[in-house]
């Protein structure tokens, strides 16, 4: 992979609390809409079989622009394989093709020491991402499956959100993806987790009743 591309000081809303309120009230239920919608609204390019951009440094801030190579793309093919066994194994295998893609774009992206989701206050920090982030990343880690031919039972969805702080809980989005034959959403949570490690993958009312900390809990019950 190459770096192509670093972009700052791209128009952004005032904090990441207004822009994921924007979000809550605009995608707080499954919608058609496509995911390019949510890329566009953060000047994002959808990704394509040569490059395509990753978001990091909160909101979208800063974009990188990754080279897709032959032999990546390979990898991602092969990573994909088990999932033709069927709807679970599809999502099984799609968590860890973003794992792997985030891990090999973090040595151009600067991004290897992103935190898990306890980090709230790195804003500044070009290594570090926001949900908005991890939604547009996991969102354009997908598209590539799709691009690639490689989704056979589900169909990505327009990021979606949680939260009101009024209600309690911090305002927070998801990747999503639908199961073609029950229309069943799936959230796919990248931020939860530091960088490579595989998203969480539940239905969308389960993410919606669960907090990001019993979410990291149910993997490492010790903590790390």
């Not at 770096?3 to 990441?16: F, H, Q, T």
């Amino acid at each position: 992979m190459t770096k192509l591309l670093l972009k700052a000081n791209v128009r952004r809303p005032v904090g990441a609390i207004a822009a994921t309120l924007f979000l809550v009230a605009a995608c707080s239920s499954p919608t058609l809409r496509s995911p390019e919608i949510y890329l566009n609204s953060y000047a994002v390019s959808a990704p394509n079989m040569q490059r395509l951009f990753v978001c990091h440094g909160y909101e979208c801030r800063l974009k990188t622009a990754i080279a897709l190579r032959a032999h990546e793309l390979d990898q991602i093919r092969k990573l994909m394989a088990p999932g033709q066994a069927g709807p679970a194994a599809e999502r099984a295998a799609i968590a860890t093709t973003i794992a792997w893609l985030e891990d090999r774009v973090a040595p151009i992206a600067g991004t290897a020491a992103d935190r898990d989701y306890r980090d709230l206050l790195s804003g500044s920090d070009p290594a570090q991402l926001d949900c908005i982030d991890e939604a547009a990343n996991s969102t354009s880690y997908m598209m590539v499956i799709r691009n690639l031919g490689l989704l056979k039972y589900h169909t990505i969805g327009h990021p979606i959100s949680k939260g009101f702080l009024l209600d309690g809980r911090y305002p927070h989005v998801t990747a999503l993806l639908l199961e073609n034959e029950t229309g069943e959403p799936y959230a796919i949570d990248s931020w939860i987790f530091a960088n490579g490690e595989e998203p969480v993958v539940m239905t969308l009312q389960d993410w919606k009743d669960t907090s990001s900390s019993a979410m990291y809990r149910a993997r490492y019950p010790n903590g790390i």
